[in-house]
């Protein structure tokens, strides 16, 4: 039977919703959106490490298959590997893989996070994709204090200045990686000169030309 023309998206926080169905009615019009949000999946990456939560990332990416999704895109830095990996039956995507393939097309990378749990699994995959260019690019990583706390008190504005300054202080860079999906209006919001990637529009891109059916992007 032919699957619809559905991308679910799994997400550890409610605040992507919005962003990714604005998204999608800018520039892929006519693809269905199923949100998946389930907090915890982060929570517990967090307290207990990735591999505790890996079964339940599985779970979670097979049950929207089960639902009738085409693909299937994970919006959690932290657990988007966990997510890719699973054997579906569908495509499997994690959103920072887009973004982390063009960053490894420079010579200077810098990965700014605002969660230590993204760190490793963005720097991990930027490298990741260097590796399949055959390149080796001097990565930096920058975790920016105090700016997590600020969007797990609803700070949005807060979370993003921060974001922002701690952008316009990298110095020696190339290009700049925003690691958090959370983090990509900030971008916005910098004055420096070098290229800011975040995820959200090439990785739901990615997504929505691996749905079978699916139109390019508008």
Request: proline share 6%; aromatic share 2%; glycine share 8%.
């Amino acid at each position: 039977m032919k699957r619809p023309a559905v991308l679910a998206l799994l997400h550890t926080s409610p605040v992507h919703v919005p962003v990714f169905d604005a998204l999608r009615d800018a520039h892929h019009p006519g693809l269905v959106l199923r949100h998946h949000v389930d907090e915890g999946l982060l929570a517990r990456a967090r307290d207990e490490g990735t591999d505790a939560v890996a079964d339940a990332v599985g779970a979670a990416v097979l049950r929207a298959v089960d639902a009738g999704a085409g693909a299937v895109l994970c919006t959690c830095s932290t657990i988007g590997g966990l997510a890719e990996r699973t054997p579906a039956g569908v495509p499997v995507l994690r959103v920072d893989r887009p973004m982390a393939a063009e960053a490894a097309a420079h010579r200077r990378v810098t990965v700014v996070a605002a969660l230590a749990g993204t760190v490793g699994p963005t720097r991990d995959l930027v490298l990741d994709e260097a590796a399949r260019r055959g390149s080796a690019p001097q990565l930096r990583t920058l975790l920016v204090d105090g700016a997590w706390e600020r969007f797990e008190a609803g700070d949005r504005d807060g979370y993003l200045d921060a974001v922002a300054a701690a952008v316009d202080g990298v110095r020696d860079a190339d290009v700049i990686v925003l690691a958090q999906a959370s983090m990509a209006d900030a971008a916005a919001r910098t004055r420096t000169t070098v290229p800011v990637l975040s995820s959200p529009r090439p990785g739901l891109a990615a997504a929505a030309a691996s749905v079978p059916g699916t139109a390019g992007p508008a």
